[in-house]
């Protein structure tokens, strides 16, 4: 099957599982942590570590003790930036078919294939 490659300019993330993103806007700016899971219905994408916030809890129910925990919110994945191994930084991110079929992301800057 092929695809027709689209011209829009619309920006199209696509950030997965266990990949290392940045974070390039908002209170986190700058920080790099591995994406812990997806929430493709709302373009958001939890990052181990970030954009944490606190939780109440209340006594009672099955938790014996209340308390405040601290949990990672979603970030919106217009806000995030895959970052390359190799070049240790935010990377521009482009899309290639190898010869085997398979579709990988690579770097732009360095071509350093992203997916494993
Ligand atoms: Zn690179």
Do not use: W, Y
Not at 26 to 54: Q, S
Not at 78 to 90: I, Q, R, T
């Amino acid at each position: 099957m092929i695809s027709r490659v689209s011209t829009m300019t619309k920006k199209r993330i696509d950030i997965r599982k266990n990949d290392k993103v940045m974070v390039i806007a908002g209170r986190e700016k700058g920080k790099i942590g591995t994406v812990l899971k997806l929430i493709p219905r709302k373009d958001r994408a939890v990052v181990e570590k970030l954009n944490m916030v606190k939780r109440h809890t209340r006594a009672g129910g099955k938790s014996a003790q209340g308390g405040i925990i601290e949990k990672e919110s979603p970030i919106h994945v217009s806000n995030l930036m895959l970052v390359c191994g190799k070049c240790a930084e935010p990377a521009r991110v482009g899309k290639k078919v190898l010869e085997d079929g398979s579709k990988v992301r690579f770097c732009k800057k360095c071509g350093e294939i992203m997916d494993k």
